[in-house]
Structure formats: C-alpha cells, structure tokens
C-alpha cells in the first residue's frame, strides 16, 4: 500500500517529471496534428453548407473548440492551483501557470472568431450579451493571473497567490455568468446539448468534435512543453539540470 | 468579539488622524458623478437612465482607491505581522479592518449617493431603491477588494494591479446593484436584484475573510 502512494506522487517532483514530460510532447503534437487534418478536412470539404447562415458559418469549428477549452483550462488551472496549496507540491504551481497562457489564448481566440462570426450573422461586431461578456470576463481573469504572477518575484509566493485568486476566480465564474445571463441574452441557444439530440448535421457535429480534440491536445502539449522552461528556470542552480545534455550543449 | 471592536476602533481612530485620505476618495465620487452629465449632455431623460450605472460604477472606483491602504501602512509598521502571531484568530482581526474599511470608504458613499442621485433627476422611489442597493452591495466590494488588496500586499505596481484583479469580480455586484434601480424604475420591481444582492453578501461575509487570510499568510511568509 505505501508503494502505491509513492508511486503515486512520484512525478509530481519536477526532476522526475521533466522527462516524462519530455516524453509526452511529440505525442501530444502528434495527435494534435492528426485530429486537427481530419476535423479540418471534415469542417472544410465534408460538412454542408448551412441553410441559413452559408459558408460563414464553418467559423463556428474554431470558435466553438476555443470557447470551450478556454473554460476548461480555468477550471483545469484552478485544480492545479487547489492541489498546490493543499499538498504543497511545486509542479503543481507550475503546471498553473504553464496553463494560464494558453487559456488566455483560448478566450482571446473564442472573442476574436466570435466577433468574425458576428459581423455577417448579426451584423454586428459585438454586442453585449451574456456569453461574450463572459467569456470577456474570463479573459480579463486569466490575464489577471498571469498579471499577479509576473509581479512576483519569489516563484513560490507567485504560485501561492496565483492559486489563492484562481480558487476566488473560479467560484465567481458561474456567477459572472449567470449575472450576465439575466443581465442580458440576445445570444442564440447553445447549439450542442448534453441531453437533447443536436440540432446540426452528423458531420458538422464530427467536425466540431474532432477540432474540440485537436484544440486539446494542442493546449496540453504547449502546458507541457512550457512547463518543462519554468522546469528548467526554476531549477537552474540544482545538480540534475546541470547534468541535462541539452542544458550542457 | 472585543478583539474585532477593537481593530474597528483603532482604525477609525487613524482614520480620524488622517481625514484627508477618506475625504479623498469622497470627493473623487461626487466629481466622478459629475463628469458624466458634463461628458454626455443635459437632457434628464437619458441622465435618468445612465444615473445607476454611473453611481455604482463610480462607486466601484473610489472602494477601489482606499484599498491599497487596507493593509499597507500596517504591513510596513509591523502590526500586521503581530496580528498574524496574535492568539486571536486573524480571521476575526482581518473581518475587523475589513469593517473598517466599509465604514470609512462604503458607508459615506451610500449617505451621498442619494445627494447625487437628485442630480441625474431620481425620484424619491429609485433613491431609495439605490439606498439600499448600496447598503448590500458596499460592503460586498470592500470583502471581496481585501481578497485583492491582501493577494497584492507590498508589489510593484500594486494599484494598478489591484484593479486588474478585482474589478472584473465586481462585475456580479455592479449588474444586481445598478439593475435594481434600473428595475425599479421600469417598474418591474427592485425585489429579485437585492435578493440576489444579499444572498452574494452572505457567501462573501463567509468565505472573503477566509481567502484574505490565506492570501495574508502567503505574502508575509
């Protein structure tokens, strides 16, 4: 039994998991790649045209996978972030804010593509209905994070206060949303649903799928690999980065 | 309970030494509120409508200037490390300064909210509406912006990013606050807001001081 708990937290010391990490990464790119030509190829040659909203609408298979890991990874951020303050474990800390880049990505992404979506659907660039402004909200708070964290200058009191706001952070998502949500809605009905059968064709929801795919294992192999920086700036002075090949080159 | 009256009184006592900076950010309210009328135009139908939003943005603004000072001046003089190692729970001390500070920078702000409001054409109704709207949704600001001032105690840059981080967690308070006056004066009724309002105030009375010190601890460490 006290084996498997040791093995169970073996990799969370940034010596051990800075191979296995480097191990993962083509992997990860390449599953990203190949998601990424099949969900492409499907969205762009497969899918029909929409009825209503022509070929303007093929945005959505961006849009719609960006939307979502931008939620994913703050509530993914904010796991890591509780896991740090309660064991005290440094990757964890690191594995926060080596995801919080790639979530602001995400909901600059999401805003971005919305926007491009908007201007020939609505007519408008923007307008201030309840998801955009939340996903705007979302986007303020990643930089936030990212903001508190670049202030500091003890790696370990950054990664504390970092996870202490994006525990505070992560309460007040479904709050924000639903404030801005009675606030305002103009926005059209989700459009993939959980528990009633989608309302779009077979191939268009692949489509979106596979891209949702593609975007994750994007996000993990760019976590993963900017992980293993912070790994290696954090742990300069230590004797086992001094012994890696590629730190001695 | 005494340790709690206590933090309160000592720091309304500073405070009272020290008016010019409560006054400050009084004073920043009520020029702020003006601005608008003199950016937007006279006419007191849309000065009526824009009225609580401009009231409660501005007053999101001036909570946000005493904030720095919450734990600043106590952090560089050292009581704040004595709190920390004080038998009392520093949960209660922090819930103490955080009263504090709604006394000194909230409550003013509802007692001149309705002077002003007189000025963007409320009636009596709405005035009260705002009143109470204030009463539930200051010290909402002054709990969760300690979370803030706590997390960016002795940083470079600490105001500037002090408002990154707390203004986007205002935005709950800013639509209930504003949208119950807004509610009111459509006639929908101010009910369902300051419900809302207060039921964010008793999460917050809860778990704000709990977070702050948290975020107390990590940067004293």
């Given at each position: 039994?006290?084996?498997?708990?040791?093995?169970?937290?073996?990799?969370?010391?940034?010596?051990?998991?800075?191979?296995l990490?480097?191990?993962?990464?083509?992997?990860?790119?390449?599953?990203?790649?190949?998601?990424?030509?099949?969900?492409?190829?499907?969205?762009?040659?497969?899918?029909?045209?929409?009825?209503q909203?022509?070929?303007?609408y093929?945005?959505?298979?961006?849009?719609?996978?960006?939307?979502?890991?931008?939620?994913?990874?703050?509530?993914?951020?904010?796991?890591?972030?509780?896991?740090?303050?309660?064991?005290?474990?440094?990757?964890?800390?690191?594995?926060?804010?080596?995801?919080?880049?790639?979530?602001?990505?995400?909901?600059?992404?999401?805003?971005?593509?919305?926007?491009?979506?908007?201007?020939?659907?609505?007519?408008?660039?923007?307008?201030?209905?309840?998801?955009?402004?939340?996903?705007?909200?979302?986007?303020?708070?990643?930089?936030?994070?990212?903001?508190?964290?670049?202030?500091?200058?003890?790696?370990?009191?950054?990664?504390k206060?970092?996870a202490?706001?994006?525990?505070?952070?992560?309460?007040?998502?479904?709050?924000?949303?639903?404030?801005?949500?009675?606030?305002?809605?103009?926005?059209?009905?989700?459009?993939?649903?959980?528990?009633?059968?989608?309302?779009?064709?077979?191939?268009?929801?692949?489509?979106?799928?596979?891209?949702?795919?593609?975007?994750?294992?994007?996000?993990?192999?760019?976590?993963?690999?900017?992980?293993?920086?912070?790994?290696?700036?954090?742990?300069?002075h230590?004797?086992?980065?001094?012994?890696?090949?590629?730190?001695?080159? | 309970?005494?340790?709690?009256?206590?933090?309160?009184?000592?720091?309304?006592?500073?405070?009272?030494?020290?008016?010019?900076?409560?006054?400050t950010?009084?004073?920043?309210?009520?020029?702020?509120?003006?601005?608008?009328?003199?950016?937007?135009?006279?006419?007191?139908?849309?000065?009526?409508?824009?009225?609580?939003?401009?009231?409660?943005?501005?007053?999101?603004?001036?909570?946000?200037?005493?904030?720095?000072?919450?734990?600043?001046?106590?952090?560089?003089?050292?009581?704040?490390?004595?709190?920390?190692?004080?038998?009392?729970?520093?949960?209660?001390?922090?819930?103490?300064?955080?009263?504090?500070?709604?006394?000194?920078?909230?409550?003013?702000?509802?007692?001149?909210?309705?002077?002003?409001?007189?000025?963007?054409?409320?009636?009596?109704?709405?005035?009260?509406?705002l009143?109470?709207?204030?009463?539930?949704?200051?010290?909402?600001?002054?709990?969760?912006?300690?979370?803030?001032?706590?997390?960016?105690?002795g940083?470079?840059?600490?105001?500037v990013?002090?408002s990154?981080?707390?203004?986007?967690?205002?935005?709950?308070?800013?639509i209930?606050?504003?949208?119950?006056?807004?509610?009111?004066?459509?006639?929908?009724?101010?009910?369902?807001?300051?419900?809302?309002?207060?039921?964010?105030?008793?999460?917050?009375?809860?778990?704000?001081?709990?977070?702050?010190?948290?975020?107390?601890?990590?940067?004293?460490?």
């Amino acid at each position: 039994m006290s084996n498997r708990i040791v093995n169970w937290f073996k990799f969370a010391s940034p010596q051990s998991f800075y191979p296995l990490a480097g191990r993962m990464v083509p992997w990860f790119w390449a599953l990203a790649a190949v998601f990424g030509i099949a969900g492409l190829w499907l969205s762009f040659f497969v899918a029909p045209t929409d009825a209503q909203q022509g070929e303007g609408y093929r945005i959505i298979f961006v849009h719609v996978p960006a939307s979502w890991m931008s939620m994913f990874i703050y509530i993914v951020l904010a796991c890591w972030a509780g896991l740090g303050l309660a064991l005290n474990t440094r990757l964890s800390g690191m594995m926060a804010s080596a995801l919080a880049p790639t979530g602001a990505l995400m909901a600059f992404l999401s805003l971005w593509t919305g926007a491009f979506w908007g201007k020939p659907m609505w007519g408008t660039w923007w307008v201030w209905d309840a998801r955009l402004t939340s996903e705007l909200i979302l986007f303020f708070l990643y930089l936030g994070f990212i903001a508190l964290q670049a202030a500091i200058d003890d790696p370990r009191r950054a990664d504390k206060a970092g996870a202490v706001l994006a525990l505070v952070g992560v309460v007040n998502v479904p709050i924000i949303y639903f404030s801005v949500k009675w606030w305002n809605t103009l926005h059209q009905g989700s459009s993939v649903s959980m528990t009633k059968a989608p309302a779009m064709a077979q191939t268009m929801l692949w489509g979106m799928l596979l891209m949702a795919l593609c975007f994750w294992m994007y996000s993990i192999a760019v976590a993963l690999m900017r992980v293993r920086a912070i790994i290696l700036e954090r742990e300069a002075h230590t004797e086992w980065v001094k012994e890696l090949a590629e730190v001695k080159s | 309970m005494n340790a709690v009256l206590a933090v309160i009184r000592r720091d309304l006592l500073l405070a009272a030494r020290k008016k010019s900076e409560v006054l400050t950010a009084l004073f920043f309210f009520v020029i702020v509120t003006s601005l608008f009328p003199l950016g937007i135009g006279p006419e007191p139908v849309l000065l009526k409508k824009i009225a609580p939003g401009v009231l409660w943005v501005a007053a999101l603004l001036a909570t946000m200037l005493g904030l720095n000072r919450l734990f600043a001046t106590d952090h560089v003089d050292g009581t704040l490390e004595q709190m920390v190692l004080s038998p009392t729970p520093l949960g209660l001390l922090v819930s103490g300064k955080i009263a504090a500070h709604w006394l000194l920078s909230g409550l003013p702000l509802v007692l001149l909210a309705p002077v002003l409001g007189l000025q963007f054409d409320l009636d009596g109704g709405a005035l009260g509406v705002l009143i109470v709207a204030l009463l539930l949704g200051t010290p909402l600001l002054s709990l969760i912006g300690a979370i803030g001032a706590a997390l960016t105690l002795g940083l470079r840059g600490g105001g500037v990013l002090l408002s990154l981080l707390v203004l986007p967690l205002y935005v709950p308070a800013l639509i209930f606050g504003a949208g119950a006056v807004e509610a009111h004066i459509s006639g929908l009724g101010a009910g369902g807001h300051l419900s809302l309002l207060a039921a964010l105030l008793a999460l917050a009375v809860f778990f704000a001081p709990w977070a702050t010190t948290a975020a107390l601890r990590i940067a004293l460490e």
